[in-house]
Structure formats: C-alpha cells, structure tokens
C-alpha cells in the first residue's frame, strides 16, 4: 500500500515538473551566479562563485542550488559578512526572487544563516525590485521559445510605411516558426515528464516482481 501511495505521489511530482519555468543547461559561473550576477551589490559577488561541488546539483540547475542549504548557507554567511546594510537587503533580495523565479520558491538555508542575514541588514528598508530589473528573462516559461528584442525594428518598419507583401510572407513564416518552437519547448517538457515517470515506475517495479 505505501508503495502505491509513493507511486502515486512520483508520478504526480513528476506531471508538476513540466510546469516549472526551463533555464538554460549551461553557465559561466553557475546556475545561481548568472541570472543576478550583475546585479549584485559588488560586495556579494565573490560570494556566488563558491564551488558547487558540496551538492549533487548540475553546474546549471539555478533550483536545485536554491534548495541546497549546505551551498545557499555558505553563500548566505558570505552575504552577511562581505556586506553590511542596503547590500545585504540586495543581495538577499535577488536571490530569494531568483529562487521564486524557478520554481524552488524557497532559499533554503540553516536558520543560523538567516539570523545572519538579518542582523548584518540592520535597519536596512526592505527591498522589494532593484532598479525595476528581476531575474525573470533568464528563464523561459513552459511551452515559450526565447524572446528576440524586436521591438524597435517592428516599430520603425510601421513609422516608415515600408511594410509590404513580401515582409508579411515573412512575418507569417517567422510566427510559423516560433510556433513551431513553442511546440517543440513543450514537447521537451513533455518528454522530460514521461522520462521521470517511466524511471520511477520501473524502479518501484523492480521491488513488487
């Protein structure tokens, strides 16, 4: 009985995992450090290059480090000594916001660090967006191909009046095309979903035969 209800349980986490927002499958530094390293206040920046070798996380997977408190507490502690005040309400901020962003929707850390965290923000006003940017655009929605800036060419072309037949056979073969990467995105998904929940059927199989 409790293998069923464990069954049940993988398969359904594993349905949620075609849900949660795509990152890309490489870094630079790591799956945290990239998304806010340019934001960082420059006191924290050191901070989020620690190796990641402590964790059985892909050097890419931005949620996987989130829910690593062994990682996210070294990281955490860095903040909290390197920085003092407003830097550390920042640097707190972007990371929480990353986490929430992928998925993990915690920074997972021991609760020492937290205290840390705290008391090195002293009286620090609370950060709710740094300069209105996020980590959003560094994840990519389920079944959404990556966005191009095309806006300002869109709006030239309507300005000048030099839209015509053959921009609009192109356009239309351009949204054929990002259509068929949306599909494509999903189907990935879909695929990554029925990989998770063939594996973790045949694994409990294997106990019942």
């Known amino acids: 009985m409790n293998l069923i209800l464990f069954l049940f349980i993988a398969l359904v986490s594993a349905d949620n995992y075609a849900t949660y927002p795509q ?31 402590n964790t059985p996380c892909p050097y890419w997977d931005t949620g996987c480090f989130c829910v690593m408190p062994q990682w996210s507490g070294m ?3 860095c903040f909290a000594q390197s920085c003092s005040g407003e830097d550390v309400a920042s640097a707190t901020y972007l990371a929480n916001s990353l986490c929430s962003t992928v998925g993990a929707n915690t920074w997972m850390m021991p609760a020492s660090i937290s205290t840390m965290l705290s008391s090195a923000a002293g009286n620090a006003r609370e950060v709710t967006t740094i300069e209105g940017q996020t980590p959003m655009s560094w994840v990519i929605g389920p079944g959404s191909s990556v966005a191009t800036e095309t806006g300002d060419s869109t709006e030239n072309a309507e300005e000048t009046g030099e839209a015509n037949t053959t921009s609009s056979s192109s356009s239309t073969n351009s949204a054929s095309s990002s259509s068929t990467t949306q599909n494509s995105t999903s189907n990935v998904g879909i695929i ?3 990989s998770v929940g063939t594996i973790i059927l045949g694994f409990l199989l294997s106990f019942l035969l």
């Open 23 to 53: 990152v890309p499958k490489t870094a630079s530094i790591n799956g945290f450090a990239d998304p806010i390293y340019a934001l960082l206040p420059e006191c924290a920046k050191e901070c989020v290059k620690y190796s990641t070798g």
């Open 75 to 77: 990281v955490g502690q």
């Open 192 to 194: 990554q979903t029925a």
